[in-house]
């Protein structure tokens, strides 16, 4: 379901108000907002943040019929269906358990704030100070691989992203 940027927590629970006050439980089963929580790091400070998967959008699991169709159509903030002209076409299960994987993993994603060539420097650890150029990047272990010269001479360093800051 499409609704307003912004706005899928509240057309998610004026769906599920309209289906509960109309008598839809039994077609209109389940209403979710696919979200993941997402480690930001950002100035060397570390924060755990809820991310919409796809802003804009909504999953409604329900049997198709005209009334649930009804329901959920003039539902306030939907704007639209997913599929050809007003009817919606239906998420194979591949990609619905897909979503569902990504959305009830209990691991949070990384948020990856450098590229690979960037000039960073290192704020804290034995290399406090230095500065380099980020060589590789590991998000799942949160640590990038730094180039750091000493001696005119590049060598690599692998540190946390909570250590590093970009160099102006």
Same mark, same amino acid.
């Given at each position: 379901?499409?609704?307003?940027?912004?706005?899928?927590?509240?057309?998610?629970?004026?769906?599920?108000?309209?289906?509960?006050?109309?008598?839809?439980?039994?077609?209109?089963?389940? $209403?979710?907002?696919?979200?993941?929580?997402?480690?930001? &790091?950002?100035? *060397?400070?570390?924060? =755990?943040?809820?991310?919409? #998967?796809?802003?804009?959008?909504?999953?409604?699991?329900?049997?198709?019929?005209?009334?649930?169709?009804?329901?959920?159509?003039?539902?306030?903030?939907?704007?639209?269906?997913?599929?050809?002209?007003?009817?919606?076409?239906?998420?194979?299960?591949?990609?619905?358990?897909?979503?569902?994987?990504?959305?009830?993993?209990?691991?949070?994603?990384?948020? $990856?704030?450098?590229?690979?060539?960037?000039?960073?420097? &290192?704020?804290? *650890?034995?290399?406090? =100070?230095?500065?380099?150029? #980020?060589?590789?990047?590991?998000?799942?272990?949160?640590?990038?691989?730094?180039?750091?010269?000493?001696?005119?001479?590049?060598?690599?360093?692998?540190?946390?992203?909570?250590?590093?800051?970009?160099?102006?």
């Amino acid at each position: 379901v499409h609704s307003y940027s912004g706005m899928e927590h509240k057309v998610k629970k004026n769906i599920e108000h309209r289906a509960e006050s109309m008598g839809m439980t039994d077609r209109i089963l389940e $209403v979710v907002v696919p979200t993941e929580t997402e480690i930001e &790091i950002r100035n *060397g400070v570390r924060r =755990e943040v809820e991310r919409r #998967v796809f802003p804009g959008y909504i999953l409604v699991n329900m049997i198709m019929d005209e009334d649930s169709w009804y329901v959920v159509r003039n539902s306030p903030g939907v704007t639209g269906f997913v599929g050809m002209g007003n009817k919606p076409t239906p998420l194979r299960q591949d990609e619905v358990d897909k979503i569902m994987k990504r959305i009830e993993s209990d691991e949070p994603r990384i948020k $990856v704030s450098f590229q690979r060539g960037e000039h960073v420097r &290192i704020m804290s *650890g034995p290399f406090a =100070e230095f500065t380099g150029i #980020v060589d590789e990047i590991f998000p799942d272990k949160g640590k990038a691989r730094v180039l750091v010269s000493f001696f005119n001479r590049e060598t690599p360093v692998d540190v946390d992203f909570i250590q590093l800051v970009r160099d102006a």
